[in-house]
Nanobody, 114 residues
Framework: VQLAESGGGLVQPGESLSLTCLASGFTSGIPFQRALMRWYRQAPGKQLEWVAH???????YYADTVRGRFTISRDAAKNMVYLRMNNLTIEDTAIYYC?????RGPGTQVTVSS
């Protein structure tokens, strides 16, 4: 499975961004629409932090730090997972990674700065 994140950028506090993860290689076993997909992030000098995941039945789970501001979703027809991030804060600055069973893409940088 290969994952490729995109959509990061530089925004001001309070603004929004939408991240996209394109997944490929689901050729056997669990199909993409039933895969448990996660978003993680890693801020400078900090450990990797789980952000959110979406289950095989599209149930959504969020870290306390982002609940109510971030939304994870899936488009099975496009093999894409999204992370909509609203009301961003400086503490959200990090590289964001899409994850499937420990496989991650190269990440996309999100920088929140005034």
């Amino acid at each position: 499975v290969q994952l490729a994140e995109s959509g990061g950028g530089l925004v001001q506090p309070g603004e929004s961004l939408s991240l996209t993860c394109l997944a490929s290689g689901f050729t056997s076993g669990i199909p993409f629409q039933r895969a448990l997909m996660r978003w993680y992030r890693q801020a400078p000098g900090k450990q990797l932090e789980w952000v959110a995941h979406i289950t095989a039945w599209n149930d959504e789970y969020y870290a306390d730090t982002v609940r109510g501001r971030f939304t994870i979703s899936r488009d099975a027809a496009k093999n894409m997972v999204y992370l909509r991030m609203n009301n961003l804060t400086i503490e959200d600055t990090a590289i964001y990674y899409c994850d499937y069973q420990g496989n991650r893409g190269p990440g996309t940088q999100v920088t929140v700065s005034s």
